[in-house]
Every structure is written in structure tokens, then in C-alpha cells.
């Protein structure tokens, strides 16, 4: 299938050809047809499958086509993102997409000064890309109105649940025309969102890719069985390896991600943090060093990770292991993206075992240990781990088989070659 084949017009194959997109990913193959079709749509997707360009394009061939005369007098067509990160994004994915159309967009989102968000909207926007909290301040400060909005996208809606904004969601829906196309997008159902699911949209199209169980097929995953006090030894033994460029990697606490960052700041590698505590501007600051490769490590917790897009993102270290599996697969889900090939190893230790073994039999997955490391675990021995439908892996954690035997690639097996 090529994007030709989708009947998109001749602006936006230009702009895919010049982003180097060839083909349409799963999502984008099902979902660009519905939404050009005018029907509503309920995407579970996480991201990394190309879900911002399966409403993204649609949108700008519609409004290309619906508003021959283009006053940029009222906005359009509305989408709703949850984190600051995941607005600009989309901001950026709509204007590579549409730099041959006038269409124009802006993005509003809080923790920074309100000046140049409504100068903008001033000047008037066709498509508006909002997180919900400055959405409703500026609405009710008068400077937006959403009465000709003909298409609202609802994004990433578990994470909105998961961050407490989902009220503030609801306000946002209440103030839209009943008139409109709908596209929900979630990487997860809980009742909550499937109940506000089935109250705004009306007999939605239904596409599904990459259930949140299965991880993604172009990431090859090791882990390291290890001592919790010998983490950062290992983590910097690791980073030796040179062809780790870009590495993401998690904490469970925005204390740890601290505490990492200082340890490779000792151990000479360039690395800043990203979570919550961090100021939005101290956030875009370490995300814009890290995708201008100013420095090499993202340490990051889920919370401010998620919907983190980071082209040529190459590996993702857990140094420590999530308690709710799924995490494991959307913290994974940052490598390999849109069909690259990417790396995802575990620190494993002794009191994550139990959460090790969770991911193990959510996954049903066999991921290989890697062996002969200098940091081995000495807390326990042979671990049996039992998958559902017969699979078993034994896992080995004393069986060193010595450091330096003449294996260089330290990630070792899972392993489609780079
Ligand atoms: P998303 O799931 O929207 O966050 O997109 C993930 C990444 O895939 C982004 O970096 C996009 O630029 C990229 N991408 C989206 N669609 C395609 C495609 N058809 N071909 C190649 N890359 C794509």
C-alpha cells in the first residue's frame, strides 16, 4: 500500500515523500480512509505507531478541501493532547504535513506566559492543538470559541484519565458543537474512557493496532540480572558501548532520575532529567539537548516520558523495572519506532523479580539474560520463570561465562543486528 493508493492529494505526497515516508503504517492505512470518509473514529494505538499522522493528514486534506476560501476566521478543527510534549509534536507533525497547504495552526499549552498563544490566535487558526488546562483558561478569558469546530480529536484519553485532567476534558467537550466528526485516540481502555468513548462518539469505526501486550517486533530486548548497588556501575558499563548514542532511561522515581543523572555526570556522561518536578521550560530544554544529541542520556520517569518522539532513539535501559507490566511495553514502545529498529535492555534486582516475572508473562516473550557482564547478581540462584502456554525460560543470573570472552556486542541475544 502507498500513500498514493489512499487518494491523498498531490500537496501532502509531496510532504510525506520530503519526510521520507513510503508507505503508511497499519494505523495510518486504516484510519486515513474512515476519517476521510467523514466517520468517527476510535483508534487504540499507543504512540509509535504513526497515530498522529493517521488524523493529522486527513485533517489537512479535508480542511484543503472544505475551505476554498481560506480567512483563518474560525478554528477548525480542535485536538486535545494531555502533556506540553505531545502538543508541540503534533504542531510539528502538521506543519511538515501541510507545508504546501495555507492552513494554518497554532498550539496552546500552560506553564509559560499566555502573550504569544493569543496573539496567535488572534490572527486567527483553522486547527487548534491544545492540552485541556490553558485550553479552558483562554476560553473562558474569551480569547477562544469553539462553536464552528467541525472535527475534534481527542488524544492519548487514558493518559488524560491517568493525569487526573479527564474533568477538565469533559468542560472542554461540553463547549463543543453536537455537528462534528470525532476522533478518539487511546493506547488503553479502562471503563472510565470506554464509557466516555461511547457518550461523544456516534457509530465509530473501530481500529486497533499494537495491543498494549505485545511489544514491539522491531525491538530487541535483553536484560541484566544484577545487585540493586550495582546499578551504577553496570549502567556505566553499558553506556562504553559507543554505538549507544541516544539512550532513554528509567526510573521509577523522579529521586532516582535525579540521583542517575548525577552518577553519570561523575562518571563523565552527558545526561539530564525529565519529570515532573522539572519546570515545563527545564523539561523542552533537556528533550531539545537530547534530540540535538547535545547529550547522549534522557533519564526519565513514565509519567514524563510517555509520548516522548525522539527519531533515532536507539536504545531504552529500565534500570528499574515497573510495577504495572504494560509500563514495561509503552516504555519499550520509545525505541524501534514506525518500523526502525531499536534496543530495550532491563537492570534486573532481586526485589524486582516478581515485576520482572509479570512482564515476562504479559509479553509471553522470551528475553534473553545476558550473560558474562561484570556486575553478575549474587543474591539468588536459578530462577524458573513459567509463561502461559507451555513457554518456560530459565533464567541463569551466577552463569558467568566471563567478561571479555570475545563477545563485544554487550547486548546480546533477541538480536536482529544493527
Ligand atoms: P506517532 O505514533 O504519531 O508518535 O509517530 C511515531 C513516529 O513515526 C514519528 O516520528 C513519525 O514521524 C514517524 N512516522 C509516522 N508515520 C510514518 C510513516 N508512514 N513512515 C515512516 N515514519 C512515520
Redesign the pocket.
Known sequence: MTFSELNLIAPILQA?EK???????PI?EQAIPIVLARRDLLGC??????????FAIPILQILHSEHAERTHKNIKVLILTPTRELAI?IGE?FAAYGAHLRLKHTVIFGGVPQGAQTQALNRGVDILIATPGRLLDLMNQGYINLKEISIFVLDEADRMLDMGFIHDVKRVIAKLPHQRQTLFFSATMPPEIQKLSETILTKPEKVEVTPAATTAETVSQTVYMVDKKDKKQLLNFVLQDKSITRVLVFTRTKHGADKVVKDLDKAGISAEAIHGNKSQNARQRALNNFKEGKIRALIATDIAAR?I?V?LLSHVINYEIPEVPETYVHRIGRTG???ASGMATSFVDDEEMQDWRNILKLTAQKIPVVEGHPYPRTASGQVQINLPKNKEVVHRPNAVAGFNSGNKRRFTGGGRAR
Open positions: 510525506l519526510e521520507g515516508y513510503k508507505n503508511p503504517t495510518q494505538a499507543q504512540t509509535g505507531t504513526g497515530k498522529t499522522a493517521a509534536q507533525s509520548g518522539d527519531d519506532r514506525a518500523g
